[in-house]
T-cell receptor, first 113, second 114 residues
Framework: DQQVKQNSPSLSVQEGRISILNCDYT??????FLWYKKYPAEGPTFLISISSIKDKNEDGRFTVFLNKSAKHLSLHIVPSQPGDSAVYFC????????????FGQGTELSVKP | ETGVTQTPRHLVMGMTNKKSLKCEQHLGHNAMYWYKQSAKKPLELMFVYNFKEQTENNSVPSRFSPECPNSSHLFLHLHTLQPEDSALYLC?????????????FGPGTRLTVL
């Protein structure tokens, strides 16, 4: 039973346009959500997060939106750049789980010049 | 060294070998984690250590044996592995109990079992 799902294994976007990566979850106890970016041969690096008390968090070109009623979050990257090409993982945690994160399968983003 | 380091970066071993993966975090965190990443799959949490105590073992086979001698070091001892254990093994650390659940990852060890 996968509690965090990224249903699009890949996404291709033109440079300068918006990239939208989606993530769905099933556990209503999750109260903190994170996005990680991973390049080949490297570990995931933290990108942006959002607490369940918010519905939006913005950091430069990256914005994460949370829709609790739909149990859905999305990561918007605008404008997309070729260097954004990587695998993006969403992750979720519940406050009583001692820092344990549950990850989605990842979406491979390709930004074409 | 900064962040989370892992050695070796690549490892090829036979099914009868014994080897160990090492992880060190330089962030002063109190929790460390081992994950397995196979192709096209989510990161699978294997073990969690909080304050050097193992708090989670996600039904990992006994051929994987973790060791956490202190809050900065984490090992994964491997013996009699199977070819399906070939994967990227990632170590992470975090500061549990201070609100944010960000984990910081090392670069991983790419393991191939022949």
């Amino acid at each position: 039973d996968q509690q965090v799902k990224q249903n699009s294994p890949s996404l291709s976007v033109q440079e300068g346009r918006i990239s939208i990566l989606n993530c769905d979850y099933t556990n209503s106890m999750f109260d903190y959500f994170l996005w990680y970016k991973k390049y080949p041969a490297e570990g995931p690096t933290f990108l942006i997060s959002i607490s369940s008390i918010k519905d939006k968090n913005e950091d430069g070109r990256f914005t994460v939106f949370l829709n609790k009623s739909a149990k859905h979050l999305s990561l918007h990257i605008v404008p997309s750049q070729p260097g954004d090409s990587a695998v993006y993982f969403c992750a979720a945690s519940a406050g009583n789980q001692g820092g344990k994160l549950i990850f989605g399968q990842g979406t491979e983003l390709s930004v074409k010049p | 060294e900064t962040g989370v380091t892992q050695t070796p970066r690549h490892l090829v071993m036979g099914m009868t070998n014994k080897k160990s993966l090492k992880c060190e975090q330089h962030l002063g965190h109190n929790a460390m984690y081992w994950y397995k990443q196979s192709a096209k799959k989510p990161l699978e949490l294997m073990f969690v250590y909080n304050f050097k105590e193992q708090t989670e073992n996600n039904s990992v086979p006994s051929r994987f044996s973790p060791e956490c001698p202190n809050s900065s070091h984490l090992f994964l001892h491997l013996h009699t592995l199977q070819p399906e254990d070939s994967a990227l093994y990632l170590c992470a650390s975090s500061q549990v109990g201070q609100g944010a659940d960000e984990q910081f990852f090392g670069p991983g060890t790419r393991l191939t079992v022949l």
